[in-house]
T-cell receptor
Framework: SQTIHQWPATLVQPVGSPLSLECTVEGTSNPNLYWYRQAAGRGLQLLFYSVGIGQISSEVPQNLSASRPQDRQFILSSKKLLLSDSGFYLC?????????????FGQGTRLTVV | AQSVTQLDSQVPVFEEAPVELRCNYSSSVSVYLFWYVQYPNQGLQLLLKYLSGSTLVESINGFEAEFNKSQTSFHLRKPSVHISDTAEYFCAVSDLNSGYALNFGKGTSLLVTP
């Protein structure tokens, strides 16, 4: 099965600073990749998904961007963080082309913008 | 887009008592449903899934969920809970329009007390 590595686990960044969160996947090729955000007291919000290298779809307008430079690498970035960017960020992967499989999740990054 | 609604944000229950966590989904011709569990500051782990076939699905730790098409529900049940079941539980549906990303409910916090 797939294994997702996500880092860092915890991050405290000042407002206006840049951000780069990285996610890598093992155990599968050409996966669909996703970034979710979980804000305090809320469910999980899909931010971006990617069905292939260089292909990024954004679900909500925001201060963040995503890139997929390699098949099993997914990066979440921001040029200038806002306080509202604080939250728990989760990377996930899914076997491409099939809805009949579950998504696998990384351990998450707790981002606090101060 | 397909969606799910979790009707209870918090469910307190005593140890060894039965529990039901409710989830309703938006009606669709084909629907793939999942329950995930999240322990504090961790990623999500798959608990069980409904793809097709038997409407009653079971997990290895005693949880079960029943797919009910007429009531558009996928409620999660356990006949006797343990302290270790205390966690956040998320119902999710696969969204065929977003690269099979999962659309999550807002989550139900299960708190098991002695």
């Amino acid at each position: 099965s797939q294994t997702i590595h996500q880092w860092p686990a915890t991050l405290v960044q000042p407002v206006g600073s840049p951000l780069s969160l990285e996610c890598t996947v093992e155990g599968t090729s050409n996966p669909n990749l996703y970034w979710y955000r979980q804000a305090a007291g809320r469910g999980l919000q899909l931010l971006f998904y990617s069905v292939g290298i260089g292909q990024i779809s954004s679900e909500v307008p925001q201060n963040l961007s995503a890139s997929r430079p390699q098949d099993r690498q997914f990066i979440l970035s921001s040029k200038k963080l806002l306080l509202s960017d604080s939250g728990f960020y989760l990377c996930a992967c899914h076997r491409a082309g099939s809805a009949m499989t579950e998504a696998f999740f990384g351990q998450g990054t707790r981002l606090t913008v101060v | 887009a397909q969606s799910v609604t979790q009707l209870d944000s918090q469910v307190p229950v005593f140890e060894e008592a039965p529990v039901e966590l409710r989830c309703n989904y938006s009606s669709s011709v084909s629907v793939y449903l999942f329950w995930y569990v999240q322990y504090p500051n961790q990623g999500l782990q798959l608990l069980l899934k409904y793809l097709s076939g038997s409407t009653l699905v079971e997990s290895i730790n005693g949880f079960e969920a029943e797919f009910n098409k007429s009531q558009t529900s996928f409620h999660l049940r356990k006949p006797s809970v343990h302290i270790s079941d205390t966690a956040e539980y998320f119902c999710a549906v696969s969204d065929l329009n977003s690269g099979y990303a999962l659309n999550f409910g807002k989550g139900t916090s299960l708190l098991v007390t002695p």
